[in-house]
Every structure is written in C-alpha cells, then in structure tokens.
C-alpha cells in the first residue's frame, strides 16, 4: 500500500526583550506569550511523494461495436462489479459531455457517489472520465480514456488508456491497472461474447461460472 514519509513541523513564538531595569514595564503587563513554551508543537503531518503514471489496455470483444457501446455506457450494473455500497441500486455513466458516472446506493436515498465525470464524448468512438473511481478520499487524479474500434472480424477493439498521478505509488497503480483489465477483458468481454446483453436484466450465467 501507500508508503508515507513522516514529517514534523514545528512551530515556535519568539519574544525578544531588554534586561529588565528599574524602568522596566511591571511583570503583569507583560504579554502572556513571552511565558509560553517554545518548545511545544502540533501534530506531526504525513507527507506523501507525488508520482504519476500511465498504462494502456487493449482488449478484443467478439461483438458488434455499437452493442459494446451501449453496454458500457448507461446502466453499468449488469456487468460492473465494484462500488461502495453491496448492491447498490444504480451504477450508471451518462454517455454526454458533462455527464456522470455515478453510484445511487439506496432506491429513494440521497446517499451515493460520483465516481467520475465525463470530459469528452464522441460515441460509439470515444468517452474519456475525469475522477479517482474505487480511490475517493485520496489526494489522487485519473484520467480513464476509452477508444472502441471496429477490427476487420466484425468485433470491437477496446482499448483504456490510464493516466494517473497524486498520492500513489507504482504498487497501487498496478492494482488500479489490474482492476481494469478485469473491468473489460473478465467482465465486459465475458458479457458480451456470452450474448447476456440481449437480456440485461436477468443475471449473467457466464458470471457464475
């Protein structure tokens, strides 16, 4: 996991002041900061190194481009398997500039998350999110491009480019890389090349397995 380097910081308050005469300022007006402890401090901080990093993914779907797309895009939780809540009521990206993708835990709730926006749209071609995913509540950014191209066969190429950087380390980018590469190549290809996106609504057989 994320290794964090430990830095203290110290702060002190610093009076400077004459030898006391006889003309002094008597002791009771003398400012109470003068008969604080220097030496105290607040709590350490944790400091993290920034690194960045980038990946790509190529995946060959055995289906028609726009049936990829439409499945990836709009309601997602037939085949997206990690959120926040255990079963959350909607998992959906909205294919739109501007759009989100984002997680409604309770049917008639407030409580959710958005777990990225949409910053480019060109469909069945492209869609590019903005937002940290499963890694919300770290100083982390990511960029998740997609690119769906027809192959010569009739199927589709898939490919996510990944750019990521902020409090992370090559570690946890290579789990961040993993969790995609199960995303499209064990979940969405399975889907799709099993036909479960004819029937989106009944449970996927080939997920279980």
């Known amino acids: 996991m994320l290794k964090f380097l430990l830095a203290g910081a110290s702060l002190?308050?610093?009076?400077?002041c004459k030898p006391a005469t006889e003309t002094s300022a008597p002791e009771a007006l003398v400012p109470e900061a003068q008969a604080s402890d220097e030496t105290s401090a607040p709590a350490a901080l944790n400091a993290f190194e920034v690194q960045g990093f980038r990946t790509q993914i190529v995946v060959e779907i055995d289906a028609a481009r726009q049936d990829v797309w439409d499945a990836a895009t709009g309601d997602i939780s037939p085949w997206w398997d990690h959120s926040f809540a255990l079963e959350p009521a909607e998992l959906y990206i909205e294919p739109v500039a501007g759009g989100m993708f984002y997680e409604v835990i309770e049917d008639g709730a407030d409580d959710g998350a958005v777990h990225a926006t949409v910053i480019y749209?060109?469909?069945?071609?492209?869609?590019?999110?903005?937002?940290?995913?499963g890694?919300?509540?770290r100083s982390y950014d990511l960029?998740?491009?997609?690119?769906?191209?027809e192959a010569e066969s009739?199927?589709?190429t898939f490919t996510v480019d990944l750019s990521m950087h902020g409090e992370i380390d090559a570690e946890l980018a290579g789990v961040v890389r993993n969790v995609w590469v199960h995303f499209i190549d064990n979940r969405l290809k399975t889907y799709m090349e099993n036909?479960?996106?004819?029937e989106p609504e009944a449970p996927c057989a080939a997920f279980e397995e």
């Open 143 to 149: 960029v998740s491009s997609w690119t769906l191209t």
């Open 121 to 133: 749209v060109q469909a069945p071609q492209s869609l590019r999110l903005h937002g940290p995913l």
């Open 195 to 198: 036909g479960c996106y004819r």
């Open 135 to 137: 890694l919300s509540g």
């Open 12 to 16: 002190a308050l610093i009076v400077s």
């Open 154 to 156: 009739g199927g589709t």
